[in-house]
């Protein structure tokens, strides 16, 4: 639950089809910050759901693409709820195959060698610095390294 209300508080819920913020354009997202449909097809600008299905879309996402890719990190089943939420957070944003993906080797270090005081660290670098979403993410980064901290 944590993690789906760090998401919801940051990606905000928009029930018509929006451009990406950072690429000005495609990934097209809609509800909370959802790509896809339920059968995998891509939202085109000027599509329109409602609220149930943004959020429907939104668990349906975690369950299928999220969770079962965040589950084979290593000491996740230790992790608490903070800790779970702040991750699934940080990859709704990110993608869930941040985990030893190139580009995320401070994150994918500290998880795979259980330095959890240095988490909440190494979630704040990825912020895009000198982008037009950097401070948006920064605080997205803070708020999820706070979750972190309290388990």
């Not at 059968?39 to 085109?44: E, I, K, L, M, T």
């Amino acid at each position: 639950m944590v993690g789906i209300n760090l998401i919801k508080e940051f990606e905000g819920c928009h029930l018509q089809a929006y451009p990406d913020p950072l690429s000005g354009g495609i990934p097209i997202t809609i509800g909370w910050g959802t790509t896809r449909r339920k059968d995998g097809s891509a939202f085109n600008l000027g599509d329109k759901i409602t609220q149930t299905q943004a959020d429907e879309l939104l668990i349906s996402q975690i369950e299928k693409e999220f969770l079962p890719t965040l589950s084979k990190i290593p000491y996740w089943s230790e992790m608490s709820d903070g800790m779970r939420g702040a991750i699934l957070s940080f990859s709704y944003n990110l993608g869930s195959n941040f985990y030893n993906s190139e580009g995320f080797n401070t994150i994918t270090r500290v998880l795979k060698n259980k330095e959890w005081d240095k988490v909440p660290d190494a979630l704040y670098l990825y912020r895009n610095p000198g982008s037009n979403v950097e401070a948006g993410l920064a605080r997205r980064r803070k708020a999820e390294g706070e979750s972190w901290k309290l388990g």
